[in-house]
T-cell receptor, first 114, second 109 residues
Framework: SQQGEEDPQALSIQEGENATMNCSYKTSINNLQWYRQNSGRGLVHLIL?????REKHSGRLRVTLDTSKKSSSLLITASRAADTASYFC??????????????FGKGITLSVRP | DADVTQTPRNRITKTGKRIMLECSQT?????MYWYRQDPGLGLRLIYY???????NKGEISDGYSVSRQAQAKFSLSLESAIPNQTALYFC????????FGEGSRLTVL
């Protein structure tokens, strides 16, 4: 399967701490994206990092990409209770055309305790 | 108004019934997608469309069909629903990153 795999499956932290989530994939990519899903809701796009980028920031989010290890990490700094959600990485594989078939991982459940 | 609208939001039906889930988008995007989400399995692609005349099967198309009635509308049908099609269904559309609808929760008894 080309599906990305997130690690850990579940993460519980205290408010104010940093949360680090990882994603690994198997084949070369055009880009990798992270999405967030609140319980029972649609997914919301957080950040996209292209294969020629190594790091990207958006507010409290920091994403890194290591194409040699075929892995990415999402760091949420100074977490808040409102960050409690499921987080998914999605990969757009090289040769599939721009965003033609995003493949999603199984997700990470993040719980931030007040 | 939402960029991507799905109807119905919730539906309970019986085995063997025909079900249609509808999706509409207001942004004029060419590409539209249907995903299925099951607990612990993430999102899996059912069908995708690059334009009105271009329909493609995804990872798990068996038991499903689609219709792209217009650029803005992409419907997913279950011709004869079965219990293992109980899931949360999402429609999504580009550009760049995907914009998702709020989902259609389908329960097949």
């Amino acid at each position: 399967s080309q599906q990305g795999e997130e690690d850990p499956q579940a993460l519980s932290i205290q408010e104010g701490e940093n949360a680090t989530m990882n994603c690994s994939y198997k084949t070369s990519i055009n880009n990798l994206q992270w999405y967030r899903q609140n319980s029972g809701r649609g997914l919301v796009h957080l950040i996209l990092i292209r294969s020629n980028e190594r790091e990207k920031h958006s507010g409290r989010l920091r994403v890194t990409l290591d194409t040699s290890k075929k892995s990415s990490s999402l760091l949420i700094t100074a977490s808040r209770a409102a960050d409690t959600a499921s987080y998914f990485c999605a990969t757009d594989f090289l040769g599939s055309g721009a965003n033609s078939k995003l493949t999603f991982g199984k997700g990470i459940t993040l719980s931030v305790r007040p | 108004d939402a960029d991507v609208t799905q109807t119905p939001r919730n539906r309970i039906t019986k085995t063997g019934k025909r079900i249609m889930l509808e999706c509409s988008q207001t942004k004029g995007h060419d590409r539209m997608y249907w995903y299925r989400q099951d607990p612990g399995l993430g999102l899996r692609l059912i069908y995708y469309s690059f334009d009105v005349k271009d329909i493609n099967k995804g990872e798990i198309s068996d038991g499903y069909s689609v219709s792209r009635q217009a650029q803005a509308k992409f419907s997913l049908s279950l011709e004869s629903a079965i219990p293992n099609q109980t899931a949360l269904y999402f429609c999504a559309t580009p550009p760049g990153e995907l914009f998702f609808g709020e989902g259609s929760r389908l329960t097949v008894l």
